[in-house]
């Protein structure tokens, strides 16, 4: 799967060479690649930006620089993507979603935002990660495509894949690892048990309990 990322500050993507994306895109599971946009000014002092029309605080990212980056991107079928908080909210079926398609552009804003004429003519879908505003759309991004990654074979452990479908939709139980006994608490008994299936129904249950108090929510569906 191919990311391309649209962004006025790639090196704030360092973190997705980290970890688990990290090793998954050394190992051609994933392509990322990031496009400066400021290397699509036509201006000799690669300005990128300009007051808003009407006034106001800020500045806003120019629609023909935006327009000049996206189509250095070859590929016409690609999905573009605008992270904002006026998207639609980012859940795990969109994510599930979206692991589908083979090539996302995703399109990062920053200040004020970016010249609507641009995003209309454009952008395919505006996702949001949840209603609070930051001051760029990189860190979305980021959110957006770890957690998309995770969909793609091999990026992830085959039993970890396992494991999560078992208590899909619902929270994870709890995990303990040795030693047995940590400032006088043991860890419960059935997991050092080595009996495999009071192991699974424990599991099984506490994932429940820990939903029906933490997330009541998410029982209800
Ligand atoms: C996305 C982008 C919040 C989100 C953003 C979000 N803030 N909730 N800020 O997903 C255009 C300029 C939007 C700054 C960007």
Not at 105 to 118: K, M, N, P, S, T
């Amino acid at each position: 799967m191919k990311f391309d990322i649209l962004t006025l500050f790639p090196e704030m993507f360092e973190p997705l060479n980290q970890s688990i994306i990290g090793r998954a895109v050394k190992n051609n599971l994933l392509e990322i690649n990031l496009i400066n946009i400021r290397d699509f000014s036509k201006n000799k002092h690669k300005k990128v930006d300009d007051t808003p029309f009407g006034g106001g605080a800020g500045m806003v990212i120019k629609p023909d620089v935006v327009y000049d980056a996206y189509k250095s991107i070859e590929d016409k079928n690609a999905k573009v993507i605008y992270m904002s908080p006026q998207g639609k909210k980012l859940n795990q079926s969109k994510v599930e979603e979206l692991s589908k398609e083979e090539h996302l552009i995703i399109l990062c804003g920053h200040y004020e935002g970016i010249d609507q004429r641009v995003l209309d003519k454009i952008v395919d879908e505006e996702i949001s990660i949840g209603d609070y505003v930051l001051t760029g759309g990189e860190i979305p991004a980021m959110v957006l495509i770890d957690t998309v990654s995770r969909y793609k074979d091999g990026v992830l452990s085959k039993e970890s894949i396992e494991e999560e479908s078992f208590t899909s939709g619902i929270l994870e139980y709890p995990q303990y690892t040795r030693p047995e006994v940590f400032e006088g608490v043991r860890v419960p008994e059935v997991l050092i048990s080595g009996n495999h299936q009071n192991i699974d129904k424990w599991r099984k249950e506490e994932a429940l309990r820990i939903t029906s108090i933490k997330r009541p929510d998410l029982l209800k569906k």
